[in-house]
């Protein structure tokens, strides 16, 4: 992973306390973007709102747990699969998630950030990917 960890975790600082604005901006942008997706996140998606950003709060803070981390990214991609989240989801999610941060880290946004979370989001869609086909065979 090409993944400047401390970046991480000081442009998701910049970005948190922006709290709701931001999980309403980061679907605004992707049903947009990918209209297609909107029926699966139906009916719940206030409530879903605050757990997306929940979960990314908890990967965050443990980055450098490599098996919690793993541990909660199979489970979630496991989920996932009941979601009718499908693997070509995962790159229009990654990009919606990408230019909310981008958004909203402002100045603290910088090639080397985008380059990290990039790495980043490659790792927690990859594994959870992995999960969801191991748990379908
Ligand atoms: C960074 C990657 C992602 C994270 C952290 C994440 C996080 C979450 C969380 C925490 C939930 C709440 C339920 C649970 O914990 O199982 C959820 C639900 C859901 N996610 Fe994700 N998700 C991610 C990627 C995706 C992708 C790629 C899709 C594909 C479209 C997707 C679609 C959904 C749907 C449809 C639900 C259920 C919504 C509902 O009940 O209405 N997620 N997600």
Redesign the pocket.
């Known amino acids: 992973m090409t993944a400047d960890l401390s970046l991480i975790r000081s442009s998701f600082k910049v970005v948190e306390p922006h709290g709701t604005q931001v999980t309403a901006y980061f679907y605004d942008h992707l049903f947009a973007n990918n209209p297609g ?1 909107r029926p ?3 009916p ?2 206030d409530e ?1 709102r605050d ?2 950003w ?3 709060g908890a ?1 965050v803070a443990n980055l450098e747990n490599t098996d919690t981390l793993t541990d909660m990214l199979q489970n ?1 991609g496991r ?2 699969a009941g ?3 499908l693997p070509e ?2 790159p229009a ?1 990654g990009a919606s ?1 990408i230019a909310t941060l981008r958004h909203y880290a402002g100045d603290a946004w910088t090639p080397a950030v985008e380059e990290s979370w990039t790495a980043v ?1 490659g790792v ?2 990859s594994t ?1 990917i992995a999960a969801a086909d191991a748990a379908a065979k």
């Open positions: 997706v699966l996140f139906a719940h998606i879903q757990r997306l929940a979960a990314l990967l979630l989920r996932h979601y009718g989240a989801h995962y999610v998630l989001y927690i869609s959870m």
